[in-house]
């Protein structure tokens, strides 16, 4: 008896460990395990093309509803789950519940002397920023390292209250984007504005990502899409809407789950979008298998998802259009090319930016009966059609923009009604393929006659800023500074005092300080463009001050 006790003895600690493997390997596999400070779930990866569609952000969803169900979740044992919608691949969701309101900072760590410790304070929704219900998003993790993540919970004086450490090994990234760019000083002290720069790519038919910048350099989001490229990121409502796919547009919460993707139907989107009036969106769009591209404005409801044709620039240019030709190497005429949208909502107006005819185009009563208003172009261009009364009277001696993008319209309520500022990348660039007839050297001195610079030229790009007088119809430049050149796409962002410019061809974006001297510039390290680079500091929205 005494011996079978003995056996007994060897084979309960064998038949526990066997227990406990068996539960382990089961949870492993289901991806949910207890590590120090809570429970850490890793879901399998899907494929994009599912991952963008609102069956699988429901799924997506009710599972996470499920785990949170699970158990009681505190700050010291809070749940987290790696990218939990599969929208960022550097993200660490968290939830737990406190008894008392109270807000979440965090600060990453990793041991890497080339990578500063990263920090910020996560928004709330609930009263003073302040909740008992704690639901975040932490961005930032650093991939293919143990991300050392300090939580501090802080009450309504922003005072600790408590705190704890956790250690995330962060996967790798989808893309073979870089993990630090290249960082240049320049000759100004002034601080960088708060931010992540949103490197936007070009147009693709593959997979393409959005990468988010730190001042530093350091990548701290990668969201994947399923083709083409994000123009600009907008905030409404606590949802960022961008583009994700060729006529995919989505609306993402701060959790990074998908609420809405909206489809252009038989439409697909290129080069910009805004928001317009009555909970719409403006688009950019070409109808597919048409003969024309880049010469529609859209109107995407964002209640109903229904889309509308808002401008057809065919009919009201078509004596201009039927003057141009189709290049031999064509088979749909980018007569037009109108690369950059803004509206107001004054008058229900728009403003383009046309590429091909290097001229800024303000139409108004868009949803009604849309009218020409005036352009911005040159004489010379335009003299011989009907549209040269529409010009815009030049104020001052300056070469005009030539191949212009990223317009942005600057209301200042110092001015006059009326008037009001635009600025834009004045790419300096001279070529229209379909109206090869014009002398674009002869008309713009100065202008670069090549996409990309090479060793031995001197072509300048600028931000521009002119000052519109519609009281008038005049308009004069009334700030300009040379950047460095880009014959083709590039973009400027006029923020918190700074200028943010990106000059796509050759890769790199810069920050310059008020007085246009350079503060910082960012090699993004590739032989590939960028469309456009926008800073954006997500307060309220992931973060807040």
Not at 138 to 164: A, C, F, R, S, Y
Not at 392 to 399: S, V
Not at 435 to 446: A, H, L
Request: aromatic share 14%; hydrophobic share 30%; proline share 2%.
């Amino acid at each position: 008896m005494k011996r079978k006790w003995k056996y007994l003895y060897f084979l309960i600690p064998i038949i526990i460990l066997a227990v406990v493997l068996v539960i382990g390997i089961r949870n492993e596999r289901s991806g949910y395990r207890k590590v120090n400070g809570g429970y850490l779930y890793r879901f399998k990866t899907e494929d994009y093309k599912t991952v963008y569609t609102e069956q699988f952000q429901e799924e997506r969803d009710e599972k996470i509803e499920e785990i949170k169900s699970l158990r009681s979740y505190t700050f010291q044992n809070s749940l987290m789950i790696i990218n939990p919608y599969q929208t960022n691949t550097n993200s660490l969701y968290v939830y737990f519940k406190t008894t008392t309101p109270s807000k979440l900072r965090y600060t990453i760590h990793v041991e890497d002397n080339d990578i500063k410790d990263y920090t910020n304070t996560l928004y709330n929704e609930g009263e003073n920023g302040l909740t008992t219900e704690h639901e975040y998003l932490l961005t930032g993790l650093i991939p293919d390292k143990v991300n050392h993540i300090t939580l501090e919970l802080l009450n309504e004086n922003n005072d600790v209250v408590k705190t704890k450490s956790i250690d995330i090994q962060a996967g790798s990234l989808l893309s073979n984007k870089k993990v630090k760019l290249e960082k240049e000083d320049g000759e100004s002290s002034e601080n960088l504005v708060n931010g992540l720069y949103a490197v936007l790519g070009n147009d693709s038919n593959k997979t393409y990502f959005l990468c988010l910048y730190d001042n530093d350099g350091i990548i701290r989001s990668e969201i994947p899409f399923t083709g083409y490229r994000a123009d600009r990121l907008l905030f409404q409502d606590g949802l960022l809407y961008m583009s994700v796919g060729m006529n995919k547009i989505a609306a993402m919460n701060r959790l990074g789950q998908v609420e809405k993707i909206y489809s252009l139907g038989n439409y697909e989107m290129h080069h910009d979008y805004i928001f317009g009036k009555d909970n719409t969106l403006l688009v950019l769009a070409d109808e597919k298998g048409a003969d024309t591209v880049k010469d529609l404005v859209l109107s995407l409801d964002l209640e109903t998802g229904k889309v509308t044709e808002v401008i057809d620039l065919k009919d009201y240019f078509g004596s201009y259009k039927d003057m141009t030709v189709l290049p031999e190497d064509k088979d749909q005429l980018d007569w037009i090319h109108i690369n950059a949208i803004q509206y107001d909502e004054e008058d229900d107006s728009v403003l383009l930016s046309s590429r091909e005819t290097s001229t800024i185009i303000k139409m108004s009563n868009i949803y009604e009966e849309p009218k020409i208003d005036y352009l911005i172009g040159s004489e010379a261009f335009w003299e011989n059609t009907e549209y040269s009364d529409y010009l815009l009277t030049q104020i001052g001696d300056f070469t005009l923009q030539s191949g212009q993008h990223s317009i942005t319209l600057e209301k200042d309520d110092s001015l006059e009604d009326g008037t009001y500022y635009l600025y834009f990348y004045n790419n300096n660039y001279g070529k229209s393929t379909t109206y090869p007839n014009f002398n674009w050297v002869e008309n713009y001195p100065g202008i670069g006659t090549k996409r990309k610079a090479e060793e031995g030229d001197n072509f300048k790009s600028q931000y521009y800023k002119y000052l519109i007088n519609e009281n008038e119809g005049t308009f004069e430049l009334v700030d300009s500074f040379d950047v460095d050149y880009s014959g083709i796409v590039s973009s400027v962002q006029d923020i918190d005092g700074n200028t943010v410019v990106d000059s796509g061809m050759t890769s790199t974006f810069t920050e310059y300080d008020k007085d246009h001297k350079l503060i910082a510039k960012f090699d993004v390290l590739n032989d590939t463009l960028i469309y456009r680079v926008y800073k954006y500091d997500f307060m309220n929205f992931w973060f807040t001050k």
